[in-house]
């Protein structure tokens, strides 16, 4: 994991946090561009998180709600519950680890079963497969996509947790 830059401990005195709605707020001007009441760190990246600069360094928005709302540096992985990177509500996110915070993700969008963790074989069974921690589990094959579709669901609920996402 990559080393994140630590937010600077006076963020609070030029940006505030509306801990209802997740959204930054300018408490007073940085420059020209940047006036008094303007949204803060509002730019969507192309993974649809928010961010900005302050004091020309970027910060992903989420990981600036956890400073203000926790009065602590964030921890190296922020989860956003609901998978919506956008939605920075303080209780909409939650300190995990790497392998948790990618268990906690939507299916890819090329899936060809349409199932999470289900992959069709070339023999016409579909295989369970679930990754966790760097391992990757094999929940077995089946000849149907219903029966495969029970089986993740349940190897997915046992290694992933509360952070488990069945897509």
């Given at each position: 994991?990559?080393?994140?830059?630590?937010?600077?401990?006076?963020?609070?005195?030029?940006?505030?946090?509306?801990?209802?709605?997740?959204k930054l707020w300018?408490?007073?001007?940085?420059?020209?561009?940047?006036?008094?009441?303007?949204?803060?760190?509002?730019?969507?990246?192309?993974?649809?998180?928010?961010?900005?600069?302050?004091?020309?360094?970027?910060?992903?928005?989420?990981?600036?709600?956890?400073?203000?709302?926790?009065?602590?540096?964030?921890?190296?992985?922020?989860?956003?519950?609901?998978?919506?990177?956008?939605?920075?509500?303080?209780?909409?996110?939650?300190?995990?680890?790497?392998?948790?915070?990618?268990?906690?993700?939507?299916?890819?969008?090329?899936?060809?079963?349409?199932?999470?963790?289900?992959?069709?074989?070339?023999?016409?069974?579909?295989?369970?497969?679930?990754?966790?921690?760097?391992v990757l589990?094999?929940?077995?094959?089946?000849?149907?996509?219903?029966?495969?579709?029970?089986?993740?669901?349940?190897?997915?609920?046992?290694?992933?947790?509360?952070?488990?996402?069945?897509?």
């Amino acid at each position: 994991m990559t080393q994140r830059t630590p937010i600077p401990e006076d963020i609070g005195e030029y940006i505030r946090l509306d801990a209802e709605t997740g959204k930054l707020w300018r408490i007073r001007a940085v420059n020209a561009r940047a006036k008094a009441g303007d949204t803060a760190l509002s730019t969507i990246d192309k993974e649809g998180y928010l961010k900005g600069s302050f004091r020309g360094v970027s910060y992903r928005a989420h990981r600036v709600v956890w400073f203000l709302h926790h009065g602590t540096q964030p921890p190296p992985a922020i989860d956003h519950i609901d998978c919506n990177p956008a939605n920075n509500q303080p209780d909409n996110l939650r300190a995990a680890d790497p392998s948790q915070n990618t268990s906690n993700r939507k299916k890819f969008r090329q899936s060809l079963s349409g199932v999470k963790g289900v992959y069709k074989t070339p023999w016409n069974t579909f295989q369970v497969r679930v990754g966790y921690r760097g391992v990757l589990y094999n929940g077995g094959r089946f000849k149907n996509i219903a029966d495969a579709e029970i089986a993740v669901r349940q190897l997915r609920e046992q290694l992933h947790g509360d952070f488990t996402n069945h897509g």
